[in-house]
């Protein structure tokens, strides 16, 4: 039993010197965009990797590593040899024949440890993660087959323990989702999605009599899926669906006493009320989740929530009430990040405050400001993140059309579009598309709006057949 245990890796710890988790966390994200990789670090993977619980990173944290240390091994970072890792977990088992998705391949990004996936692991993670396929491609992934762990949804499954692998395999599922949402957007995902999303609630169920740490991560990690879940809903348009996602996890969040679940829950809760035109319920939604936020410390997740109230009292035309939410949440998000910001939070950066602020003065009717705010979130957004770079496009196009400014909006419009033909899929971006074509549609005599209409009218048409 000794030889399962642990090891902290002091060599690890050593490297990370002075700075907080938190702050090599960021350290490890910016070297990952330095070479074209996207990695979801936070403080609690480097704890977890000087702790010794990932003896091995996976391969994109490896070339992420090496890039960081030249002339460092892995050996020399504190990890373990990827194949004696690997060999241990395979044990006892039959081999199985040669995967074409194998992590050989450096696009597989889920860890392997002594106490998570084995080499008995899913396809579904690993093919879902694919960087280089298509939509199509990732989406049908998440249903080709069970999460890994979720083979315990067998008959017996009530004398079966949930463990640690069980509740990573959901902590994962809810990394992938977040991670091809940010690259594709939501539409083609949200069905394939509500697989891992069953199996998770059904461990939350045969779990029930875990106690401790274990326990707690599974309620997290379920609830936190059914909120991804939820978005995916929401923003391909079935707010029905996704409040009922969102009243999931936030029962979730209640029953398991987790107040961060609770007011990441509250968030998107009053987001959806907000485009659902229920303006009142989006206000009481926010306030409910910066009360639950403000025993955790994170100046960034009361930020977006005071952020939310913004937007909803803009539904209300309250511009007080808008003003003074936004006075707060500026001065919040000046406070900077910290390592009690929730990993879920990676989305909310500069761009993404510049684009809600541009959406409270899109609904106060003062286009002019909110075109500027929606530029500087289009031009300050990461290329990388392409669904939220459309958005961040779509809400500019339409504050340009209401603004007097036809040709500058049916220029955005046509980046728009190519994103549309491209890998994106978004209700919520071809809705705005449209009304911005409906707002442009008595200046089709200006400069590029003609083009841009017919381009739209065509795509449109495409994405009906």
Do not use: K
């Amino acid at each position: 039993m000794a030889s399962s245990r642990a090891v902290p890796n002091l060599r690890f710890r050593q490297l990370r010197g002075q700075r907080s988790p938190g702050e090599f966390a960021a350290l490890v994200r910016r070297a990952a965009r330095e070479i074209g990789e996207q990695v979801a670090c936070d403080a609690r993977y480097v704890g977890r990797v000087e702790a010794g619980e990932i003896r091995c990173p996976n391969y994109a944290y490896e070339r992420v590593f090496l890039h960081m240390f030249p002339g460092l091994t892995l050996a020399d970072l504190g990890f373990s040899d990827r194949e004696t890792v690997r060999g241990r977990a395979a044990r006892g088992r039959t081999p199985r024949p040669p995967d074409p998705y194998n992590s050989s391949n450096g696009t597989n990004s889920i860890d392997r440890t002594n106490s998570t996936y084995s080499n008995e692991e899913s396809d579904v993670l690993r093919r879902a993660f694919m960087t280089g396929g298509t939509v199509t491609v990732a989406a049908a992934s998440l249903g080709f087959g069970p999460l890994p762990g979720t083979e315990a949804l067998r008959s017996d499954l009530p004398r079966q323990r949930v463990g640690a692998s069980e509740v990573s395999a959901v902590e994962a599922a809810v990394r992938q989702i977040r991670l091809l949402d940010d690259r594709h957007g939501a539409d083609g995902l949200y069905r394939r999605a509500a697989q891992p999303l069953r199996a998770a609630y059904a461990l939350l169920d045969a779990g029930a009599t875990t106690r401790g740490s274990t326990a707690d991560r599974l309620a997290a990690g379920a609830g936190e899926l059914a909120i991804s879940v939820g978005w995916l809903a929401h923003d391909s348009g079935r707010l029905e669906d996704a409040r009922s996602h969102y009243a999931e996890a936030l029962a979730t969040a209640r029953v398991a006493g987790d107040t961060a679940l609770e007011a990441h829950a509250f968030c998107n809760t009053s987001f959806l009320a907000r485009d659902a035109g229920r303006h009142r319920e989006a206000v009481r939604a926010a306030q409910a989740g910066q009360r639950a936020a403000g025993q955790l410390g994170s100046d960034r997740l009361l930020a977006l929530l005071t952020l939310r109230e913004a937007g909803a009292w803009a539904g209300l035309g309250d511009r007080p009430g808008c003003e003074r939410a936004l006075s707060r949440a500026q001065t919040l998000f000046g406070r900077g990040p910290s390592d009690t910001d929730p990993e879920w939070m990676s989305f909310f950066g500069e761009p993404e405050l510049q684009a809600l602020e541009a959406q409270c003065w899109s609904a106060l009717g003062d286009w002019p400001r909110a075109a500027r705010h929606a530029h500087r979130a289009a031009a300050l957004q990461d290329p990388h993140f392409a669904r939220n770079l459309a958005l961040y496009r779509a809400q500019l196009a339409a504050d340009l059309a209401r603004a007097d400014a036809p040709a500058e909006a049916a220029a955005v419009g046509e980046q728009v579009l190519d994103a549309l033909e491209g890998d994106v899929e978004s209700t919520r971006i071809r809705a705005m598309l449209a009304d911005t074509a409906r707002v442009l549609g008595s200046r089709r005599g200006t400069p590029g709006v003609a083009s841009f209409l017919d381009r739209h009218a065509a795509t449109a048409t495409a994405a009906r057949v």
